[in-house]
């Protein structure tokens, strides 16, 4: 089992940014993915990025120039810098690991609100 652990969520204006932190409760080692979704209310849970163990990314369309997704693979930790953040970003952000055969895992969210 792997608990995933979110924080750094809040309540920020317009143009301002963020840092998300996920840290993972033990080593993940060997091929895996780590990413971040996110949930608005009424809405389906959407990708926002996510990265390799390699170190590959990948970004939503919304997101791209604006959101950058990295990890600590010694700490275990995956980190979504958010700039330029908009009302439209308002949603509950959730981590993600999938770790092959392992297993999928997901973190139990933190609240971003943006304020226009």
């Known amino acids: 089992q792997v608990q995933l652990v979110e924080s750094g969520g809040g309540l920020v204006q317009a143009g301002g940014s963020l840092r998300l932190s996920c840290a993972a409760s033990?080593?993940?080692?060997?091929?895996?993915?780590m990413g971040w979704y996110r949930q608005a209310p009424g809405k389906q849970r959407d990708l926002v990025a996510t990265?390799?163990?390699?170190?590959?990314?990948n970004y939503a369309n919304s997101v791209k120039g604006r959101f950058t997704i990295s990890r600590d693979n010694a700490k275990n930790t995956v980190y979504l810098q958010m700039n330029s953040l908009q009302p439209e970003d308002t949603a509950v952000y959730y981590c993600?690991?999938?770790?092959?055969?392992?297993?999928?895992?997901w973190g139990q969210g933190t609240q971003v609100t943006v304020s226009s």
């Open positions: 993600k690991l999938n770790w092959g055969r392992v297993g999928d895992y």
């Open positions: 033990r080593t993940i080692v060997g091929v895996n993915t």
């Open positions: 990265i390799t163990s390699g170190g590959s990314t």
